[in-house]
């Protein structure tokens, strides 16, 4: 008899619906049973999963010879999240399961040798994939993935049934059992912690003020300075002055956690995500790929912050791939099994020493050569260093800032203009793709970095002095718009240009 159900794979962050068809033949003995269709080792050996998961289960034991196809069988087959849907096949190919209702429902899971159904990967965007199908009324998914299935189905007609056993998916089919679940909003809201504020860093008013103006327009920012004078301190608590995330945000950055398996119960992500990879991090680990292409941490930092600590320490060759998505915003994946685009909408955060022994200054104890610096700065290329639009220096505390109270504002404070910064942007960009000024292309610069004549001489003046490229010049006006819109300024003037310049000047490459 045979018995047709469906379920999805995924590819990268990407979903397809899979087709599970099951044909069984009476005379056959169940261990015969055969899966096709380009299943991987996990999918391959859901056979003597879901054979204990039906004896666990009291259900009838299935006789004959059992073929499974898991079709276009083209596509590659990962993982366990197909054996509840091959079980649920081969129930109905047995004539256990009513058929109808099976051909319009699609089905994850995997199966312990109990029946209890457990958790999968990437239910939010196998969800929104199967939402816009005609051919797929239901989604059945376990328990623990109710939420972001759901939220994935809220653009379309398809209805989300979350499951414990297999015999609830049983009921189901059988008796009509099963309780719908709704998106509601999204779950468990973080709001920001008192632990990460700014106004716990004392002193470093202008590296404050650089953070600030970063988070307003969505600038890549490098703070230099000895070991202790708060850079790690300031990175850690920049998402706590950034704007909170729109839905389509909020979606776009869910998709990949979910397709990664880091939702831990939520649906959506409620706050920007703040990723820290430690520098003995691989290149593809950054940006993502491997053999069957898989996002990496830049793109597990879209629409949040990707912090890279100890900036010269990191491979040359690691760096050196954050190049293009810093500039598109977006990663291109090859491989010889297929080619995949993730996401890659970040804002760079960078910290270093200003040289090996991390202090930089005689006063302070350092004993560098000055080839010695130059070597260690030179880590870090030119090319690297100039998509990177705040350069600022942080000097170390005196006496007198290290024993009085932090007197700095409030993260809630400094919060209030990004958001009234950004809300200018929104207004300015409502009918382009472009969200903050960071993001701003070259005919959108002539529209909206219009500059008088002094601010054109200032500007001249200062490309000729530190010998700056088109690139630098473009983000000097990309951070000057943001100057200005802080400072709810419609018109560039020469303090936003003179300020947006000190944040080039003081660059990595002064000795």
């Known amino acids: 008899m045979l018995s047709k159900t469906y379920s999805a794979a995924l590819v990268g962050i ?91 429902t699609a089905i994850l899971g995997e199966l312990a040798l109990d029946g209890s159904i457990r958790p999968v990967k990437g239910a939010l965007p196998i969800a929104a994939a199967l939402a816009v199908d005609n051919d797929i009324d239901f989604l059945i998914v376990p328990e623990a993935n109710k939420f972001e299935a759901a939220a994935g189905a809220k653009a379309g007609k398809l209805a989300v049934y979350p499951m414990k056993h297999l015999l609830e998916a049983v009921g189901f089919f059988n008796y009509d059992n099963g309780e719908e679940f709704f998106f509601n909003g999204i779950q468990n809201v973080s709001e920001f ?119 010269p ?44 022994c991390g202090y930089g200054d005689a006063e302070l104890g350092c004993r560098c050569k000055v080839d010695e610096k130059r070597r260690y700065r030179k880590k870090v290329s030119g090319p690297l260093l100039d998509r990177i639009d705040l350069h600022v220096e942080l000097r170390q505390l005196s006496q007198d800032e290290l024993l009085r109270a932090p007197d700095g504002e409030k993260s809630a404070v400094i919060r209030e203009r990004v958001i009234a910064a950004r809300r200018i942007q929104s207004m300015r960009f409502k009918n382009s793709p472009v969200h903050c000024n960071a993001q701003m292309n070259s005919k959108q610069l002539q529209q909206y970095c219009k500059l008088d004549n002094k601010c054109i001489m200032l500007l001249r003046h200062a490309v000729a002095q530190l010998k700056l490229s088109p690139r630098a010049y473009d983000r000097i006006l990309k951070v000057s718009r943001t100057i200005a819109d802080l400072a709810k300024s419609e018109c560039i003037t020469e303090n936003h240009i003179f300020e947006a310049i000190q944040y080039r000047k003081n660059g990595i490459g002064d000795d």
Not at 213 to 237: C, D, F, Q, V
Not at 326 to 349: T, V, W, Y
């Open 14 to 104: 990407d979903a397809f619906k899979i087709d599970v068809e099951v044909n069984v033949q009476k005379g056959g003995d169940y261990e015969s049973t055969s899966i096709v269709g380009l299943p991987d080792m996990a999918v391959k050996e859901s056979k003597d999963r879901i054979r204990s998961a039906i004896l666990s289960s009291n259900l009838v034991r299935i006789e004959g010879n059992a073929v499974v196809n898991l079709a276009p069988a083209d596509l590659k087959k990962e993982g366990a999240a197909f054996d509840l849907a091959i079980a649920c096949a081969m129930l109905g190919a047995s004539g256990q399961l009513k058929l109808e209702k099976m051909r319009r």
């Open 193 to 311: 912690s008192d632990d990460l504020d700014f106004g716990d860093v004392k002193g470093q008013i202008l590296a404050k003020r650089a953070m600030e103006i970063a988070a307003a327009g969505g600038h890549n920012s490098l703070m230099i300075g000895p070991p202790g004078t708060g850079k790690s301190m300031l990175a850690s608590r920049i998402t706590s002055i950034l704007p909170p995330m729109t839905y389509k945000e909020a979606l776009e950055s869910s998709r990949i956690y979910s397709a990664m398996g880091l939702m831990n119960g939520q649906n959506i992500l409620s706050s920007r995500p703040f990723r820290a990879p430690h520098h003995t991090i691989s290149d593809v680990a950054l940006i993502g790929g491997g053999k069957d292409p898989r996002p990496g941490e830049i793109s597990l930092a879209h629409n949040g912050v990707l912090f890279l600590d100890e900036l």
């Open 313 to 356: 320490e990191f491979k040359r060759n690691v760096l050196e791939v954050l190049r293009q998505p810093l500039e598109s915003g977006d990663i291109h994946i090859s491989r010889a099994s297929g080619s995949c685009i993730f996401p890659a909408d970040f804002m760079l955060i960078a910290a270093m020493n200003p040289c090996p």
